[in-house]
């Protein structure tokens, strides 16, 4: 049998007081690695750190960041890399979600999804890219989402913010290979994290436990799953954790869904 062994390698997760970024930190966490989670919420994200180290006996470091400030994922990222020595993964998952009709976003929703999905996304790869060049080794693994396959009504500025997340991951991939880096993206289907919580807690009307499953379940069967079932946060970490390893050591400027078969693409 053989199993992930990230031990000796270092961790930059972004996004990690959340659902699917803490999954990824835990993950590399119990693979051995050293993580550093950085978040917009801080108190929250520390907590998830202490928790993770706590449980998996790993060194665990945390940053309050606001991906959208160019020069403060700059420093996060320098700083982690010289407490760690060196930075072997980035993961730049920090993200929000926003569902309005076209006509109802204003030009300050549109910059604040831009800014934190797209931009935040880009300066987390220019931030590690720089550290792994000069290594000459490295993964960043990018978050988009299965909306840039859809086409989902309302969801449409994100949908550009996340297409935008593909984009960059296919020219950096390329960039970047000759120097022994690799640029992979993930799309994630339906996720119940918390993001999905305050769509959930509004289509209900702040519904009962009860209303938010039924909710979910049929917003799940309308898009359609082959596989039969959403996903859970840890199915997008494992996939992660995959790309992460030299398993994945041939694999770069890809964008993989982790959807049940939801979408197709080639
Ligand atoms: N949940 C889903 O169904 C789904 C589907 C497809 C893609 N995604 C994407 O997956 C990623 C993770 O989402 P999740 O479902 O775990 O959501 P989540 O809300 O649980 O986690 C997102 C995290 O990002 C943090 N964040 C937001 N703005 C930030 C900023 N400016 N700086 C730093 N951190 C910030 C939040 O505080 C939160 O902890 C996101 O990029 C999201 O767009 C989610």
Not at 151 to 166: E, I, W
Not at 241 to 263: E, P, R, Y
Request: proline share 3%.
């Amino acid at each position: 049998m053989s199993s992930i062994d990230l031990t000796g390698k270092a961790a930059f997760v972004t996004g990690s007081a959340g659902g699917m970024g803490a999954a990824c930190a835990r993950k590399f966490a119990e693979a051995g690695a050293a993580v550093a989670l950085a978040d917009l919420q801080g108190d929250k994200v520390a907590q998830q750190a202490e928790s993770i180290s706590k449980d998996t006996g790993g060194k665990c470091i945390s940053f309050p960041l606001d991906v959208s400030k160019w020069d403060d994922v700059e420093s996060a990222v320098a700083k982690a890399a010289a407490e760690f020595g060196r930075l072997d993964i980035m993961v730049n998952c920090a993200g929000i979600g926003m569902r309005k009709p076209f006509d109802e976003f204003t030009q300050g929703d549109v910059d604040r999804i831009f800014d934190i999905n797209a931009k935040g996304v880009w300066y987390g790869c220019v931030a590690a890219g720089k550290v792994m060049v000069k290594q000459r080794s490295g993964v960043i693994i990018n978050f988009a989402s299965i909306a840039v396959r859809l086409g989902v009504p309302h969801l449409t500025v994100y949908a550009g913010s996340k297409a935008a997340v593909c984009a960059f991951t296919q020219g950096l991939g390329r960039e970047l290979a000759p120097h022994g880096v690799r640029v992979c993206a993930v799309l994630p289907g339906h996720v119940r994290t918390p993001m999905m919580e305050k769509d959930l807690e509004l289509w209900t009307n702040h519904g009962t436990e009860e209303e938010k499953a039924a909710c979910f379940a049929e917003l799940v069967a309308q898009e359609g799953i082959p596989l039969g079932h959403p996903q859970q946060p840890e199915d997008v970490a494992d996939t992660v954790l995959f790309l992460a390893s030299d398993m994945a050591s041939n694999i770069t400027a890809q964008i993989v869904s982790i959807d049940g078969g939801c979408t197709i693409s080639y």
